[in-house]
């Protein structure tokens, strides 16, 4: 059904580019939300596309919340588990960001679309998993028996804190450990798709010092809702 609903989507693209509608719409997603909902429609599962519209793959309230956020950071620091069109709209809105990927062919990809843009801000790094049982999984069909450990733990390879972390990639829960030990202070998680209850799950074991945003509506390429949390981490105490 996925495969039937894409393909109608992108043959639906087509005949609009050859009609000069297509043109109309990318017009009008450069002047109103809805206008950028309507015509992200249309890259659903097109990564050129969506890289074109230049938003990321999150509930765009969650968008809100981040670009705000960024604009009261001008050097803020930014790391992200899952790299794609939200790299290259971060690369815009801070002065650094770290970039961990488990796919050496997506992260190739990447990495041209970083060069061809000179955006010499993001650090990519490809870290595959290992296959063998035990340490960190993933829940995500087809990554059975895949040790995710040095993924996760690939922030350890980039110094300092970071004013936000996003999680957006492959075992998300053990990736939301390791983001809280080097958060900055009064910075912000962004984790998607927390539809699924494991990701609900993971973040409400940490318990009621996190402040936590559901957000819940309208997200860039889906015709249906989907939900982004954005976590915030009271500020550290100073002791007298």
Known sequence: ?????VWSVHTLRSVLAATGVLAVLDRAAGRSRSGLWVRSLLAVYDAD????????????????????????????????????ASTLWLATRAAAV?????????????????????LDNVHLLVVEPRRGPGGVTSAKPGFAGLDFTAYADAIDRVDG???????????????LVR?????????????DNVDRAR??????????????????GVTPSLPYPTRTAVIAVPRREVSA
Do not use: N, Q
């Open 199 to 216: 990701y609900r799950d993971a973040i409400e074991a940490l318990g009621t010092r996190l402040h936590v945003t559901w957000t819940r």
């Open 161 to 175: 804190e970071f004013d936000l972390i996003v999680i957006d990639g492959r075992a998300r829960e053990a990736c």
């Open 179 to 191: 983001a809280l030990d080097r958060l900055a202070d009064g910075g912000l998680i962004l984790f």
């Open 49 to 84: 596309d969506m890289f074109r519209l230049g938003v990321p793959w999150w509930t765009f309230d969650a968008i809100d919340v981040v670009d705000d956020f960024l604009r009261t950071r001008p050097r803020a620091r930014v790391l992200e588990w899952g790299s794609g």
């Open 98 to 118: 770290a970039s961990i990927e488990h796919d050496a062919a997506w992260g190739g990809r990447m990495a041209r679309e970083l060069s061809a843009r000179d």
């Open 1 to 5: 059904m996925k495969r039937l609903y």
